[in-house]
């Protein structure tokens, strides 16, 4: 029985596959809180915040992503909705069908308002598995989110299956 996983992918193992800087800005990850309905005033308010420990108001961990992330042009967009940038656009013709796998995200300090962060992202694992429903692919990456200091702001490690047609 052939693998699911093409030689080309299986050999990106350990590789870098995306890398990305963005600013966070608090009046974008104000609006986005706001947008998603998350009032936590460490987002809002700087007595609060410098109240519990932080020297400023801080960025909603979650929002890091957004900040770091281009924004696609609809046209452009693979046909499950996803750019495929961040995940290093693998391909597994033998198993094209995809679907997100999971994420967890680890927080190491917060970041303030005008920070760069810069995100690297690496496959960390391929593997072909047996399922109920059959043969399928899992794919691992690990981020990595660091400010201007190169202090780590937090840990990502997110998984895409991949099945055949």
């Not at 890398?19 to 966070?24: I, K, P, Q």
């Not at 519990?52 to 452009?76: E, M, N, S, W």
């Amino acid at each position: 029985m052939d693998s699911l996983i093409d030689p080309e992918s299986a050999a990106r193992v350990g590789t870098v596959v995306a890398t990305a800087t963005g600013e966070v800005n608090k009046r974008d990850w104000q609006r986005w809180a706001a947008a998603v309905d998350d009032h936590n005033p460490l987002w809002f308010d700087t007595d609060y915040a410098r109240s519990h420990g932080y020297r400023d108001i801080i960025c909603p961990p979650l929002f890091l992503q957004y900040a770091i992330l281009g924004v696609t042009k609809l046209g452009d967009l693979r046909p499950d909705g996803s750019s495929g940038a961040v995940t290093g656009s693998l391909a597994f013709p033998r198993a094209p069908r995809r679907m997100a796998g999971g994420e967890s995200t680890t927080f190491h300090g917060p970041a303030y308002h005008r920070d760069e962060i810069e995100m690297v992202r690496t496959i960390e694992s391929i593997v072909e598995k047996e399922g109920r429903s059959g043969r399928f692919v899992l794919v691992t990456w690990r981020g990595e989110y660091r400010n201007q200091r190169r202090e780590m702001i937090a840990e990502a490690t997110m998984s895409m299956i991949a099945r055949p047609a």
